[in-house]
């Protein structure tokens, strides 16, 4: 079993604790966390399984101080793996504290040498990406990369992976690479981001994205039912499928009958369709309308 496949199982075996709640069982937790301390994890195996989320939420949710400090210490373990800044970033940052306005835009992203340069990078490939200089908070570009930023803001306690600076401007400047201005097409698609970014029905969208499963790179092209929650995915599926019946529906005018009672108006002026919709072994589902109300019903 590779270190993935037995991290990934850990995590599994740390989420089905957490779900049964009150009947989670200190021991058990324990003992994984401290299976988790003992295997050689690397930050590509942290985004790639995203165990930190899993040991996080255990923390949260666990009452056990052994598990707690368990959990912690992970945490903090794991954090060192993050490439930290250059002294030389970190002396530059400190002497232009009154211009950290300005140059929000463009923050470094996270590098492990020192002489790489201050241009965001993705989480992914950790290539560097240049910026033009003219960038300014007040310009429509700086103000695209603040509106992105605003939208991965996250309430409560999170380990991200990446910064929503970084992910902001990354994503930005790939968006303005694409369309090569600052044209009605590349606002369009950065009201897209942030949109869905901001849908609290979709929380998990920005969790993905911080969280490194979601590359700046992807998030720049990603459609609109890609950035969907699995509820509304379900949704359209679920309307797609209606259409399709409500299509075959119309193509056939139904038969007229009397055999049933509309449960609106109580007129018998109806008339129904028969259509297979589950497995060949399954009966047909009957749809049936009222002339009179214009009512819809359907049954097995």
């Known amino acids: 079993m590779s270190l993935e496949e037995e991290v990934c199982r850990i995590g599994k075996q740390l989420e089905k604790i957490v779900s049964q709640d009150s009947a989670m069982v200190p021991e058990e937790a324990v003992d994984l966390l401290t299976k988790l301390k003992d295997l050689p994890i690397t930050l590509e195996c942290l985004q790639k399984t995203r165990i930190g989320m899993s040991v996080n939420t255990m923390r949260k949710k666990s009452n056990n101080s052994n598990v707690q400090t368990l959990a912690k210490s992970l945490i903090k373990l794991w954090k060192k793996l ?47 990406i240049s910026f033009p200089n003219t960038i300014t908070d007040e310009s429509v570009r700086g103000k695209c990369r603040e509106m992105i930023v605003n939208s991965l803001q996250v309430q409560g306690e999170f380990e991200a992976v990446t910064k929503p600076e970084e992910v902001a401007a990354a994503c930005e400047q790939l968006i303005f690479e694409e369309f090569k201005d600052t044209n009605v097409k590349y606002k369009q698609r950065i009201r897209s981001r942030v949109n869905n970014l901001r849908d609290p029905k979709n929380p998990m ?46 193509k056939n005018a139904g038969t007229k009958t009397n055999l049933f009672k509309c449960g609106r108006c109580g007129k018998r002026e109806t008339t129904y369709n028969q259509l297979q919709t589950r497995s060949a072994d399954e009966p047909m589902t009957t749809f049936v309308y009222c002339m009179n109300c214009g009512n819809r019903w359907k049954f097995c």
């Open 82 to 128: 993050l490439p930290e800044k250059s002294g030389s970033d970190k002396k530059a940052d400190n002497g232009k504290a009154s211009s950290e306005k300005s140059s929000r835009s463009t923050s470094p992203a996270l590098s492990t040498k020192s002489d790489t340069s201050d241009a965001p990078t993705t989480p992914k490939d950790n290539k560097p």
């Open 205 to 250: 969208l920005k969790v993905r994205v911080l969280g490194g499963e979601i590359s700046p790179a992807r998030l720049a092209v990603m459609t609109s039912e890609e950035m969907a929650s699995d509820e509304m995915k379900k949704l359209r599926q679920e309307f797609t499928k209606e259409g399709i019946r409500e299509a075959q529906m119309a």
